[in-house]
């Protein structure tokens, strides 16, 4: 339909639509017909009424420099009063925004460009917001199950999760708010503040329903992507329901297999030097069940930890027995199991060969064994007659 058309390339429109339902869409569609223009305002940019969003009109002044030298005036960008956009697509600088409710859309005097001044270059977590928001405008309907499980599986890589069963959404919450998308939601305002602890998250990812568009956008972005690319490819493939993970590969397993995930580099790094639970814990800032469901949900951890545990302990345990044995050459193996009877009962269980490489070079407890018979052939008997008469 022509009209929906419209609405999509010069309305905010655009940034809402993919999230909207299909009876909306009937019921935009038809209010279009009927003449009734403002009715798609109410239906497609609807919020929760205890967290509304504003739409201030926002500016770049570089691009209206251009406007006005290539086509002679300036004109309002759509992208720009995106709710998730606040950085220049083209530009890359910050926008000016006009705060408050204007029925007219008045663009910036002359004044108001010369006052005008070019922030420093925006934070990486803001380009993200405005590639991923952005990044809506090319896509026509969402697949809501695949992009929720698509959170969930990334929430697991990242650590923030374990499994998708029994989630402490506290622990959401608190990984949210020590995010920069989270500051970021702060400092802009416009309603996006209310955003900030992460309370809304837990009922998007559970509950059978779209959710709003501001919401899965700030979400995504938050979820420490290496690049600004990286989290819009990521996007659109989950949106669109391909079987992508975030790396480009195909998946070979679907979405609904619990899979092992492999454990964050961070925890990688912190099992490569601790010796324990409580260095882990300590190291981490993490509780021991933290500790233990990192270690079962990626064996490869798991095994790498043990391995190094056991080789640390083994070169332990041997360098012990050989420095006692240095000093003591007189050391019998008997002494020797009882001084150091925690290092020998480990040696014998995991490393027996070793071990008795070591005991071998110990004298015996009683010395050597005297032997049964005499080496001489023992005398005849004839001999032994005469020697009695």
């Avoid at 109410?42 to 006005?68: A, F, G, M, N, Y």
């Avoid at 506290?170 to 020590?178: D, G, L, V």
């Avoid at 989290?231 to 391909?242: E, I, K, L, P, Q």
Wanted: aromatic share 8%; hydrophobic share 35%.
């Amino acid at each position: 339909m022509e009209g929906i058309d419209l609405l999509r390339r010069h309305t905010i429109a655009n940034f809402y639509w993919p999230f909207t339902s299909v009876v909306a869409r009937q019921s935009v569609v038809g209010a279009l017909r009927g003449g009734a223009t403002n009715h798609w305002r109410r239906t497609l940019c609807s919020s929760s009424r205890t967290q509304p969003i504003e739409h201030p009109l926002k500016w770049c002044p570089e691009c209206v420099v251009t406007d006005q030298g290539h086509i002679g005036r300036a004109y309002w960008h759509v992208q720009h009063q995106f709710p998730t956009t606040t950085v220049c697509p083209l530009h890359q600088n910050a926008l000016h925004q006009i705060p408050g409710h204007q029925k007219v859309w008045l663009l910036p005097s002359k004044s108001a460009l010369q006052l005008a001044k070019t922030d420093s270059l925006p934070s990486r977590s803001t380009r993200i917001l405005e590639r991923v928001g952005g990044a809506l405008t090319r896509i026509d309907a969402i697949d809501i199950a695949f992009l929720r499980k698509s959170a969930l599986r990334r929430l697991r890589e990242a650590g923030v999760i374990f499994s998708t069963n029994g989630v402490s959404h506290e622990r959401i919450e608190r990984w949210f708010s020590q995010t920069p998308t989270a500051a970021w939601c702060e400092a802009t305002g416009n309603g996006l503040e209310n955003f900030r602890d992460g309370k809304w998250i837990s009922s998007m990812l559970w509950r059978r329903h779209l959710g709003n568009a501001v919401r899965w956008v700030v979400l995504w972005s938050a979820l420490n992507w290496e690049s600004p690319e990286v989290a819009v490819a990521s996007f659109t493939d989950a949106c669109r329901g391909h079987g992508h993970d975030f790396g480009g590969q195909l998946t070979l397993f679907g979405m609904d297999v619990e899979m092992p995930t492999r454990a964050p580099e961070h925890v990688w790094e912190a099992f490569s030097e601790c010796s324990s639970y409580a260095d882990a814990m300590l190291k981490l800032q993490c509780s021991r069940g933290d500790v233990v469901r990192w270690l079962e949900l990626d064996p490869e951890l798991r095994l790498h930890w043990r391995r190094r545990l056991q080789s640390e302990k083994k070169a332990h345990c041997l360098t012990t027995i050989r420095t006692a044995l240095t000093t003591n050459p007189n050391l019998t193996r008997r002494t020797l199991e009882e001084q150091f009877s925690a290092d020998v009962r480990w040696l014998r269980q995991h490393a027996f060969r070793e071990l008795d490489g070591l005991l071998r070079a110990i004298p015996a407890r009683d010395g050597k064994q005297s032997e049964l018979l005499h080496r001489n052939p023992p005398p005849d008997c004839d001999d032994a007659h005469a020697t009695n008469e």
